[in-house]
């Protein structure tokens, strides 16, 4: 079982549709990453999280320590939005280095 | 403000060729710095990672090898390319373990 799991590993929406991408996690953390990868490969920090809820424009990432799972909202989606979006923990077992989820595939459609 | 380089952006080397990956950061003192890879289709693999000048830590056992000469460079490096070393090669570069990371634009090495 991969520590950091994320679903669903493809998702096709139209565009303006409300989006959720999921992360359960099975280690303890310090903090959970929520990654934009763009289809040239770059890669951008979306959020750092260890409690609560944060919101920048369109994007609110939520996380439950005591559920160990996160989630990643869309809304009003673009397709812009367009991306692979990675999930990842830092891993206080691991001297608290990323580890990565396996990425949601996003494909927004106009 | 920091920014991150990474070069060159693509490139195609033959088995058994070798391999010089330059990462350097601008606008920060004593970065973590890390080298990860992306095979096709899969996710993020953490392959080394640098907490100070000459301190290089391996994740997997591979034909891959880092150095840090520099402060704010790091490098990636192999004596013979193999195919299975094809892939997505991004540097990324932190103030600390569990601090935000900020990535390179990455080098897509194709070994043919």
């Known amino acids: 079982k991969n520590e950091v799991e994320q679903s669903p590993q493809n998702l096709t929406a139209q565009e303006g549709e409300f989006i959720t991408i999921n992360c359960s996690y099975s280690?303890?953390?310090?903090?959970l990453h929520w990654l934009q990868q763009h289809p040239g490969g770059g890669i951008v920090s979306l959020f750092m999280?260890?409690?609560g809820k944060k919101k920048h424009g369109r994007l609110i990432a939520t996380i439950n320590i005591q559920e160990k799972h996160s989630s990643l909202h869309i809304t009003a989606s673009h397709p812009r939005d367009s991306a692979v979006y990675i999930c990842?923990?830092?891993?206080?077992?691991?001297?608290?280095?990323?580890?990565f989820g396996a990425g949601t595939i996003l494909r927004v459609k106009s | 403000s920091q920014t991150i380089h990474q070069w060159p952006a693509t490139l195609v080397q033959p088995v058994g060729s070798p391999l010089s990956l330059e990462c350097t950061v601008e606008g920060t003192s004593n970065p973590n710095l890390y080298w990860y890879r992306q095979a096709a289709g899969r996710g993020l693999q953490l392959l080394f990672y640098?907490?100070?000048?000459?301190?290089i830590s391996s994740e997997v056992p591979q034909n891959l090898s880092a150095s840090r000469p520099q402060d704010r460079q790091f490098i990636l490096s192999s004596k013979k390319l193999l195919l299975s070393d094809s892939g997505f090669y991004l540097c990324a570069w932190s103030s600390g373990f569990g601090n935000e990371q900020y990535f390179g634009p990455g080098t897509r090495l194709t070994v043919t």
């Open positions: 280690v303890g953390i310090s903090a």
């Open positions: 640098s907490v100070g000048i000459g301190q």
């Open positions: 990842a923990v830092s891993n206080m077992e691991y001297g608290n280095k990323l580890v």
């Open positions: 999280l260890s409690s």
